[in-house]
């Protein structure tokens, strides 16, 4: 029998100054067709819990002092997707910031519906489509001639 042995390093880098409270942020994004493939009849749907959603959604949660950091984030680790939309966890995920903010253990941990319009998520703007409009215009066109105008 042999024996194996992994070892892994994790390193994780927060950095802040005293003065930021960083919270956790929830961000989805719209719903894509990620792996279906055009032409192929494959139908992209994901049934779950007895409900077909098509396409998928990606979830990230991201630790940030605020949606502008969040979205800087975002474009730093190459995400590209449009966001449907962002929340933020009302307990602050380290133990300095609940000092600073007087968290609670006792109070519940609520997400938050926070607005994303901001020109740092911007390129995160969600996908706006436009229907095919027809305009139909009809014109009548009517000539006037005197008298002596006529050859």
Not at 63 to 85: H, K, M, W, Y
Request: with cysteine; proline share 5%.
């Amino acid at each position: 029998m042999a024996d194996i042995a992994e070892e892994q390093e994790l390193q994780w880098e927060v950095t802040s100054s005293d003065d930021e409270i960083h919270y956790s942020y929830r961000v989805e994004s719209e719903c894509m067709n990620f792996n279906c493939h055009p032409g192929t009849g494959q139908s992209c749907n994901i049934s779950a819990f007895g409900q077909d959603s098509p396409g998928e959604k990606l979830i990230i949660n991201v630790i940030a002092t605020s949606v502008d950091d969040v979205c800087r984030q975002l474009s730093e680790r190459g995400f590209n997707f449009p966001i449907e939309s962002m929340k933020k966890f009302s307990k602050p995920p380290f133990k300095k910031d609940q000092a600073l903010t007087g968290w609670d253990n006792s109070q519940c941990n609520n997400l938050e519906e926070v607005s994303f319009d901001s020109e740092a998520c911007l390129d995160y703007a969600p996908l706006v489509s436009t229907p095919d409009v027809y305009i139909t215009v009809t014109t009548e066109v009517e000539f006037r001639a005197a008298a002596g105008d006529l050859v």
